[in-house]
């Protein structure tokens, strides 16, 4: 959760890397996962989006 006051690392177009909201600790494989797509997100998208609410993510290695 985003914490007042705190100060936060900044992506490389300027906005915070803001902390992720879980509601359980992810596993070795959930977490290089989330690694992966914050990666593409940074990388790829540089910058914010928009997904619906029903929208599901998961990582997907290519073939």
């Known amino acids: 959760m985003e914490r007042e006051g705190e100060n936060y690392e900044q992506t490389f177009w300027g906005q915070p890397r803001w902390p992720l909201f879980l509601t359980e600790e ?12 914050r990666a593409y997100m940074e990388k790829k998208l540089m910058g914010s989006f928009s997904v619906s609410e029903d929208a599901v993510w998961k990582v997907m290695k290519s073939q």
Do not use: M, R, V
């Open 26 to 37: 992810p596993d070795e494989n959930q977490l290089s996962e989330l690694d992966q797509l």
